[in-house]
């Protein structure tokens, strides 16, 4: 199956991470059943950091969200979320430190199985998250058409 | 959207939220549950029909259970639905909050 790629790109601002929720559901529920649920609070959580620290990171203002689907895996990259000289400051919190905030990136990272940071094209200094998680074996693609008739 | 009502069962208080609890709607959640807490003895904040919550949400019930224990007012979470009793593990906090199951 080829890799299916989409996304979509909204103004930062929280009243539009609902927007993106709602994109990337079916294709999260597709792959992931239940377990979308999670995979989709890591894709908001990301957002919500972008919207949070938007003065400082963002040039245009908008949030870009993309997802690729492949026949193991599906991939979602946040496109201009930070800054090269923030990445050393995206860590998570101690848990034992019960507070309020801090606990996106625990979540993220507790929900994915890989996170990492990469270039952004075209914005020198500027990088984009990436957060990848293996489809389970039941619900990889096999090639056969969904629904034949 | 979440959506807030308050009503007192004999000595409690409860605030019922529903919808989704996100960055967009934890302050309203917020400033629920601060106006729950005056003149409250004790407050049962419900979330079973709370579909999604994420982090900004489980600060403001964070944030909530420290208000409640400074004005001593008994503070506890309600049949948590699936969703944000799934997020409160993630969070490791099932043991820092006091859930309540009405079994209802």
């Known amino acids: 199956m080829p890799p299916r790629a989409f996304g979509v790109t909204v103004p930062a ?14 294709v999260l529920e597709e792959h992931f059943g239940e377990e979308s649920g999670m995979i989709i609070l890591a894709l908001d959580e990301s957002c919500s950091n ?19 689907v ?30 309020p905030g801090g606990l996106g990136t625990h979540f993220v990272d ?33 090639g056969e058409p969904r629904n034949p008739r | 959207m979440a959506n807030l009502e308050t009503h007192d069962e004999g000595d409690a208080r409860i605030l019922a939220i529903s ?37 900004s949400g489980i600060a403001v019930l964070i944030q909530g259970m420290k208000d409640a224990n400074r004005a001593n007012v008994a503070y506890s ?14 969070a490791m906090l099932q043991q820092v909050f006091t859930i309540e199951e009405s079994g209802g």
């Open chain 1, 13 to 26: 601002d929280a009243r539009y991470l609902k927007v993106v929720r709602a994109f990337f559901k079916p």
């Open chain 1, 50 to 68: 972008i919207v949070k620290h938007q003065s400082k990171n963002l040039d245009d203002g908008m949030i870009t969200a993309r997802v690729q």
């Open chain 1, 70 to 99: 492949t026949e193991s895996l599906v991939r979602l990259r946040i496109g201009d979320f930070c800054g090269q000289e923030d990445v050393e400051n995206i860590r998570p919190r101690d848990l034992q430190d019960v507070r």
């Open chain 1, 110 to 142: 507790q929900i994915m199985d890989h996170v990492a940071f990469e270039p952004e094209p075209g914005k020198p200094g500027r990088l984009a998250l990436v957060l990848e998680k293996k489809i389970p074996e039941g619900k990889q693609e096999d």
């Open chain 2, 19 to 55: 919808g989704e609890v996100d960055m967009d709607s934890s302050p309203d959640v917020k400033d629920g549950i601060l106006g729950a807490l005056k003149g409250a003895s004790t407050l049962k904040v419900l979330l079973k029909d709370v579909s999604y919550i994420d982090s």
């Open chain 2, 77 to 90: 979470l309600l049949d948590p639905s699936p969703n944000v009793k799934s997020v409160i593990e993630l």
